[in-house]
């Protein structure tokens, strides 16, 4: 189960101050389990803004966030990020890099071990396993942080501007792959994107935020016919 709910949500930086920004105005929506939900809109108009406070990690200043019903107010372990910067762990190869969160959670290292290899599987990443960052491309290090996340199992993925620094080919490419992991698995999925081309190729539906807060918000049905 993963339904979340945004009810009235506004976000004011520096609220009361001469600096204050008005990121977020009263931004209602619902994603349901299995979902792929896009929010799409031009820079600055409050995208991240909004995935942040759905991930935990910035409050509300007015509304509520919901996740089955309980109010999202801080991190949590059933939530999973992938940000645009490349994330992954220089350091770390890439079965290391996937291994990572499961580790952090205590899993034993045989099933962590099993559950990284599956999943590096499906991203397409099989055979990678001992190269370190700095040996795969850009769109390679992206499939590991997407398969690192993934490997968590996270009720709701949420995913700002994933492949934002990749080339369109590769986004295209990397795009279409997520999709199919996403049905795959029946991940919840919220995807943040100033592509129209990602949001409508990808998504069950749409949200658009327009460039001042409040302006248009609304849910566009995207249908598409998928092979
Ligand atoms: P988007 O992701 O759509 O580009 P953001 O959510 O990053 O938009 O930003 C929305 C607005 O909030 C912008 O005007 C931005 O400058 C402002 N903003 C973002 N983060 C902060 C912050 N930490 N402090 C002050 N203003 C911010
Ligand atoms: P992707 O489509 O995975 O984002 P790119 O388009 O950036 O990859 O790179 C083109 C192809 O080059 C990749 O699909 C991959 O097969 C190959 N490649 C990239 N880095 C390596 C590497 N370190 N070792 C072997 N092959 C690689």
């Not at 034993?108 to 599956?118: F, I, P, S, V, Y």
């Not at 850009?138 to 620094?165: H, K, Y």
Request: one cysteine or more; aromatic letters at 6%; a negative charge.
């Amino acid at each position: 189960m993963a339904k979340l709910e945004i009810n009235n949500v506004s976000k004011t930086y520096n609220a009361n101050k001469p600096n204050s920004v008005e990121a977020v105005r009263d931004v209602s929506c619902e994603l349901d389990e299995g979902e792929f939900f896009s929010v799409i809109g031009p820079t600055g108009c409050g995208k991240s803004t909004l995935m942040k406070m759905v991930a935990g990690l910035i409050e509300p200043t007015e509304g509520e966030i919901t996740l089955d019903g309980e109010s999202i107010t801080g991190p949590r372990e059933d939530i999973g990020v992938v940000f645009q910067e490349d994330s992954t762990f220089p350091w770390r190869s890439t079965l290391e890099n996937v291994e990572f969160g499961l580790e952090m959670r205590g899993v034993g290292k045989q099933e962590r071990r099993d559950r990284a290899h599956d999943i590096l599987e499906l991203v397409g990443l099989s055979g990678f396993e001992d190269n370190y960052p700095s040996e795969l491309s850009g769109g390679m290090r992206q499939r590991v942080a997407i398969a690192r996340t993934l490997a968590l199992n996270p009720d709701l993925m949420l995913m700002d501007e994933p492949f934002g620094a990749l080339d369109e080919q590769t986004r295209l490419i990397l795009g279409g792959e997520l999709l199919r992991i996403c049905q795959e698995t029946n991940q919840t999925t919220m995807f943040i994107t100033h592509s129209i081309t990602e949001a409508a190729f990808l998504s069950d539906r749409v949200f658009v935020m327009s460039a001042r807060p409040g302006e248009i918000k609304e849910l566009v049905e995207v249908d598409i016919e998928r092979p």
